[in-house]
């Protein structure tokens, strides 16, 4: 397959038609991926606040304190505010905030953005990416389209891309029942297609200030596969969120 950026993406700011920018930078195929950057979807939605829209209550205020007694830097207790209320859980809060947002991905600070925000102190994450996705691919030749974002994952380091929100397509490949070289069958693989798009994704749009938010992934082929459309893990099935509810920081 084939990866490129769309080119002369310009500055996004609320109320813009993004899918327009796209369709109209873009020679798009049915077939093709195209790849978000949820940077430019939150700006394009109005997910632009100050830290002053986020008074800081009694329990943003304890975090913040905690959190400088733990880390020894200065922490807005109006930033806390701002990831409790784009959170449904706290996993953990020392030695940084660890949530599930309202549509089921976790990250660090509710993946709330302080970069690339030029006149305003954060982006908040489409609220819901799904319907985002959607509301893009309704609008473009192409069939499918992933929102990404980038986010650290436990037991590595540095960040890498992955899928927030997808729309025409599974978000995984399940291999169940498949068989191997050997004619072993598969019991357990099931590949997150949409997180692996991202990613691939995320190496040709970049960090920083490249500004290419938006990228086409061309001739992927899915295969004859199953299709799956479960990707955040639910807390029976999900036994390192179970070891962090009964973890406490000393």
């Known amino acids: 397959m084939e990866l490129f950026a769309v080119p002369d993406v ?3 700011r609320p109320g813009d038609d993004l899918a327009a920018v796209i369709r109209d930078r873009a ?3 049915e077939d093709d991926v195209v790849c978000v950057a949820s940077t430019v979807v939150s700006k394009a ?3 632009l606040f100050d830290l002053a829209d986020f008074p800081a209550g009694p329990r943003a205020r304890e975090i913040a304190s905690n959190l400088e007694a733990v880390t020894g830097d200065e922490k807005d207790p109006r930033f806390a505010q701002a ?5 449904v ?3 953990m809060e020392s030695p ?3 949530t599930e947002t309202r549509f089921g991905h976790v990250g660090v600070n509710a993946g709330i953005d302080r970069s690339n925000v030029p006149d305003n102190d954060l982006l908040l994450l489409p609220k819901r990416p799904a319907e985002s996705a959607e509301r893009i691919r309704a609008e473009i030749p192409a069939d499918r389209v992933i929102v990404t974002d980038t986010c650290g994952r436990p037991f590595r380091h540095g960040q890498r891309g992955v899928a927030l929100g997808w729309a025409g397509m599974s978000a995984s490949r399940d291999w169940r029942g498949e068989t191997d070289r ?4 598969l019991g357990v693989t099931v590949e997150s297609v949409v997180d692996e798009l991202a990613a691939a994704a995320n190496l040709v749009s970049g960090e920083g200030d490249d500004g290419t938010p938006v990228v086409v992934v061309r001739d992927f082929d899915w295969g004859d596969h199953d299709g799956s459309d479960k990707h955040f893990r639910e807390i029976e099935g999900d036994f390192v969120r179970q ?3 009964g973890w406490e920081h000393e």
């Open 89 to 91: 859980e706290l996993l």
């Open 27 to 29: 020679d798009l195929r």
């Open 83 to 87: 990831v409790l209320e784009e959170s």
């Open 96 to 98: 940084f905030l660890l």
């Open 45 to 47: 939605e109005g997910r």
């Open 10 to 12: 310009p500055e996004i």
């Open 243 to 245: 070891a962090l509810r």
């Open 182 to 185: 050997d004619g072993r069958e």
